[in-house]
């Protein structure tokens, strides 16, 4: 069945530093969605993409599908505590269900 | 603006009992998905409804079972509770013309003693 891989599972950074979480698709996606979860809350949505190759900024984060949009990527540049929390990339599975990517959990040590 | 509401946030069921989660929609959204988060996991898709029908069906133990109602709450019941059923179980919705994006209620943390 369709997956949706992503690593690293775990990425520990003093703040100030970068941090960048991939994303794979075993099939073609039609948009890539990510959410952002702190410890002990609910995945609050991000941003969607849409485009092939489409890249897409808020404040400090960088959204990248890719040109066979079966891959995305996040980056966050100059990290700061606020950032902790699992970052999950999610895509359309049939019937619009969200199949998640494994998460990223992002520690920054100040 | 309204978000998904969940309740009970919190509740704690001995093994065996039933336990039924409430799920109230975005207004205006016409599908509900059911997830399933064990600790340190990425969330399960157990199953969703458009319009108040089934849609799709994940994970879901035959033990559990969901329905949407004619206000579009729904409810996730979950009978002959076992340990490994403790999990954050979250509702989400979505509207169908908005891309599938979809957004996520507070979740309700069940825990199976």
């Known amino acids: 069945g369709q997956q949706v891989m992503q690593i690293p599972q775990y990425q520990h950074v003093q703040e100030g530093e970068d941090f960048t979480t991939y994303c794979n698709s075993s099939?073609?996606?039609?948009?890539i969605q990510w959410y952002k979860q702190r410890p002990g809350g609910h995945p609050v949505f991000l941003i969607q993409?849409?485009?092939?190759?489409e890249v897409k900024k808020q404040k400090r984060l960088t959204f990248q599908f890719g040109e066979a949009k079966k891959n995305s990527s996040l980056h966050i540049t100059a990290t700061q505590t606020t950032d902790v929390g699992t970052y999950f990339c999610a895509g359309p599975g049939n019937t619009g269900k969200l199949i998640f990517g494994q998460g990223t959990t992002l520690q920054v040590k100040p | 603006a309204a978000g998904v509401i969940q309740s009970p946030r919190h509740l704690i069921k001995e093994k065996r009992e039933t336990a039924t989660l409430k799920c109230y929609p975005i207004?205006?959204?016409?599908?509900v998905y059911w997830y399933q988060q064990g600790p340190g996991q990425d969330p399960q898709f157990l199953i969703s409804f458009y319009e108040k029908m089934q849609s799709d069906k994940g994970s879901i133990p035959d033990r559990f079972s969901a329905q949407q109602f004619s206000d579009y709450h729904s409810e996730l019941n979950m009978s002959s509770l076992e340990l490994g059923d403790s999990a954050l179980y979250f509702c989400?919705?979505?509207?169908?013309?908005?891309?599938?994006?979809?957004?996520f209620g507070e979740g309700s943390w069940l825990t199976v003693v």
């Open positions: 993409l849409v485009k092939s190759g």
């Open positions: 099939t073609t996606l039609s948009n």
């Open positions: 207004p205006r959204h016409d599908t």
């Open positions: 989400a919705s979505s509207r169908t013309s908005s891309r599938n994006t979809i957004y």
